[in-house]
């Protein structure tokens, strides 16, 4: 079935460090690939996307790329800052209705 | 446009109880669903509709109702609670027919069961 697999928290990193949260995943056919992030007391919004192989998200600094060869949803960021703390969520959406999550990394950013 | 309401944001019950979570959308979004957020679990989704008198279950239905009397509204009750139920609830909307668009999360209801 489909699944997604994202690199267990917590990930602690100092301000303008550089961020990698690793995600694969497993799915039939052509998925389109989320990551939405979480602050505290909040629902999920959706960070960024991509609904095809090698299309790139990108967002508020933030990047992934699509990579089908390697069925990766990597998500970057150059220079973190304290207020991108929070819990990110890596998903896929198939050409059924279910969005599939991830079960989240939480990332905490050290002035 | 308010976007994905749900009221209330925090409750108490006690065991056996049984109460309605609700939900409403103003973005005539066909698809809606429900889910629940436990610590290191993710999210799990309970059910979910595609249209006004169409609900399916998801993974974990077990204990919870829903109805989808209007596109707006999508109310999760819960029977007899347990103290299993006890999480963070999440409605969300989405477009269901562009598999590109995202989904639009509530701010959530804490639950607490006691």
């Known amino acids: 079935g489909n699944s997604v697999t994202q690199m267990e928290g917590p990930v602690t990193l100092s301000e303008e460090a550089f961020l990698t949260i690793n995600c694969t995943y497993t799915?039939?056919?052509?998925?389109?690939l989320f990551w939405y992030v979480q602050y505290p007391g909040e629902g999920l919004q959706l960070l960024l996307k991509a609904t095809k192989a090698d299309d790139k998200g990108s967002n508020k600094g933030f990047e992934a790329t699509y990579r089908k060869e390697t069925t990766s949803f990597h998500l970057e960021k150059g220079s973190v800052q304290v207020s991108d703390s929070a819990v990110y969520f890596c998903?896929?959406?198939?050409?059924?209705?279910?969005?599939?999550f991830g079960a989240g990394t939480r990332l905490f950013v050290k002035a | 446009n308010a976007g994905v309401t749900q009221t209330p944001k925090f409750q108490v019950l006690k065991t056996g109880q049984s109460m309605t979570l609700q939900c409403a959308q103003d973005m005539n979004h066909e698809y809606m669903s429900w889910y629940r957020q436990d610590p290191g679990m993710g999210l799990r989704l309970i059910h979910y509709?595609?249209?006004?008198?169409?609900?399916d279950q998801g993974e974990v239905p077990n204990g919870y109702n829903v109805s989808r009397s209007t596109t707006e509204d999508f109310p999760l009750r819960l029977l007899s609670a347990a103290p299993s139920q006890t999480s963070v609830y999440f409605c969300?909307?989405?477009?269901?027919?562009?598999?590109?668009?995202?989904?639009?999360f509530g701010p959530g209801t804490r639950l607490t069961v006691t």
């Open positions: 969300a909307s989405r477009n269901y027919r562009d598999r590109g668009d995202e989904q639009y």
């Open positions: 998903a896929l959406l198939t050409g059924g209705f279910k969005t599939i």
């Open positions: 509709s595609v249209g006004a008198g169409i609900t």
């Open positions: 799915a039939t056919g052509y998925p389109s």
